[in-house]
């Protein structure tokens, strides 16, 4: 059971970048799943979440600017994210939470990518 996320980079203030999730180990299509950041000195927080039918929430300091999708044919997700902020720079994990697994309950997480927004 695995989330492995990539993508992340250093990018220019008003750049983009796409960051996948790929999953592996479970019923992809059936959850919700998410993108989380921790900024250094920071708690995590939600950046943005895809319901297993496809329905999108988002934090509002990236509302309008980063773009959660899903393919579940690829068990992937992706965050897209346009007009980069220095503000952005965090570490950015995936993370699959109520996943029932042999009856039991996990919130999974990937590893984390790092994404750096300076000039």
């Known amino acids: 059971v695995q989330l492995q996320a990539s993508g992340g980079g250093l990018e220019q203030p008003g750049g983009s970048l796409r960051l996948s999730c790929t999953a592996s180990?479970?019923?992809?299509?059936?959850?919700?799943i998410a993108w989380f950041r921790q900024a250094p000195g920071k708690e995590r927080e939600m950046v943005a979440l895809?319901?297993?039918?496809?329905?999108?929430i988002y934090a509002s300091s990236v509302t309008g600017r980063f773009t959660i999708a899903r393919d579940n044919a690829e068990n992937t997700m992706y965050l897209q994210m346009n007009s980069l902020k220095p503000e952005d720079t965090a570490v950015y994990y995936c993370?699959?939470?109520?996943?029932?697994?042999?009856?039991?309950?996990?919130?999974?997480w990937g590893q984390g990518t790092e994404v750096t927004v300076s000039s």
């Open positions: 993370n699959a939470p109520g996943v029932v697994l042999r009856g039991s309950v996990y919130n999974l």
């Open positions: 180990g479970f019923s992809f299509d059936d959850y919700s």
């Open positions: 895809i319901s297993s039918r496809g329905n999108t």
